[in-house]
Structures are given as structure tokens and as C-alpha cells.
T-cell receptor, first 112, second 111 residues
Framework: DVKVTQSSRYLVKRTGEKVFLECVQD?????MFWYRQDPGLGLRLIYF???????EKGDIPEGYSVSREKKERFSLILESASTNQTSMYLC???????????FGQGTRLTVV | QKEVEQNSGPLSVPEGAIASLNCTYS??????FFWYRQYSGKSPELIMF????GDKEDGRFTAQLNKASQYVSLLIRDSQPSDSATYLC???????????FGKGTMLLVSP
């Protein structure tokens, strides 16, 4: 069974903390993505990666960075968490030649 | 900025009726189109994809694509209360392997 797993389902962090959100896929997919989803704004692309060590900015990269040291793992980093980064974060992946994207279960992050 | 537009709804239909969900997109070079279903508090799941103009049927679902009009739709026949969810239209950006999502249409199917 296809699996995209995010490390935490719920997370509460304090303003100014450095936050790591982890995503692991077991499908040998090249392409991995981080989205955030907010009411009324839909899914917005933060960063994506086509391959190990590769990263590309999406539509809203400010305040975030990413790391992809291994093919199966794509990490989203909030360098200094702020309250406006309170959101649902969704990781997704798909393989080359197929844009059938699979999503992780999501991480609901609250920054207080 | 590439855009994908959907009516936010809610779209309310009675059980057994046909639900029609619509989506327009701005990137004329887009080639691949997807419909995702998202239940409240859950992550999106892919239910249909379409690449060519015309209709594509899968069980109770039919996706329709008109590239000239930059329009894609999803029909759900014999709607069930379990179909109540938010439906997200996604478009693959031309030249990139990324998906741009609409904000979603909430569908409510009443028994």
C-alpha cells in the first residue's frame, strides 16, 4: 500500500522556535512537495523537490526552508515560527511520468 | 500567477441526484487535470484524472475537459451522503511537475 507519512499529526510550538516537519514516502518517488492549507485560501505550495539535494521555491516560501538529503525524506523547516504559520501542513509525492500525487495525513501546527 | 478557480459552495443536492462541480484554469499550456476529494480533517485523495478533451468515466464519477474553454468539471451520479466532502480541482503547471489547486467546492448530499 502506498504510504506518505508525516512525523506528527498535531504540533504546538512557541513563537520563535525552530520547527521541523518530516515527511517520508515509501514509493521511490522523485517529486515531493510541501503545501499549507488554510480556510478560504486552499492549498498553497511552499517548496518542492525533484531529486535528492534539490529544492525549488513554490508560491509562498517566505519563512520556510527545506531539506532533502535522502530520496524518501523531505523536511520542512520553520526557521523562527510565527503565529501566522499556524496551519495544516500537507506533504505529497509522485513519481516521474505520473502526476498522481499521494498525500500524507497532514500536520496541524499551532504556533502560540 | 497560474490560477485555478472553483465555486466555494456549498453545493447542496439530494441523495440520488447528479452533482456537478466546475473548475476553470488560467494556464493554457496545462496538460493534466485532477479531482481530489477531501473529507473534513483528512488529507486529499485522488478520485479522477483527465488529460484529453472530452469525458472520462469511472463508476459514478465523470470528469469532463474542454481545453479551448479552459474548463474542467466533475459529475457525480447517484450522489450519496458519503460523497459529502470538499472537492479540489488541481492542474499541472505546464513545463513543471507541480500541481496548482483550486480552493475547493464543498458538496453536501442530504438523505
Amino acid at each position: 500500500d502506498v504510504k506518505v507519512t508525516q512525523s506528527s499529526r498535531y504540533l504546538v510550538k512557541r513563537t520563535g522556535e525552530k520547527v521541523f516537519l518530516e515527511c517520508v514516502q515509501d514509493m521511490d518517488h522523485e517529486n515531493m512537495f510541501w503545501y499549507r492549507q488554510d480556510p478560504g485560501l486552499g492549498l498553497r505550495l511552499i517548496y518542492f523537490s525533484y531529486d535528492v539535494k534539490m529544492k525549488e521555491k513554490g508560491d509562498i516560501p517566505e519563512g520556510y526552508s527545506v531539506s532533502r538529503e535522502k530520496k524518501e525524506r523531505f523536511s520542512l523547516i520553520l526557521e523562527s515560527a510565527s503565529t501566522n504559520q499556524t496551519s495544516m501542513y500537507l506533504c505529497a509525492s509522485f513519481g516521474t511520468g505520473s502526476t498522481e500525487a499521494f498525500f500524507g495525513q497532514g500536520t496541524r501546527l499551532t504556533v502560540v | 500567477q497560474k490560477e485555478v478557480e472553483q465555486n466555494s459552495g456549498p453545493l447542496s443536492v439530494p441523495e440520488g441526484a447528479i452533482a456537478s462541480l466546475n473548475c476553470t484554469y488560467s494556464d493554457r499550456g496545462s496538460q493534466s487535470f485532477f479531482w481530489y476529494r477531501q473529507y473534513s480533517g483528512k488529507s486529499p485523495e485522488l478520485i479522477m484524472f483527465i488529460y484529453s478533451n472530452g469525458d472520462k468515466e469511472d463508476g459514478r464519477f465523470t470528469a469532463q475537459l474542454n481545453k479551448a474553454s479552459q474548463y474542467v468539471s466533475l459529475l457525480i451520479r447517484d450522489s450519496q451522503p458519503s460523497d459529502s466532502a470538499t472537492y479540489l480541482c488541481a492542474v499541472e503547471a505546464s513545463g513543471y511537475s507541480t500541481l496548482t489547486f483550486g480552493k475547493g467546492t464543498m458538496l453536501l448530499v442530504s438523505p
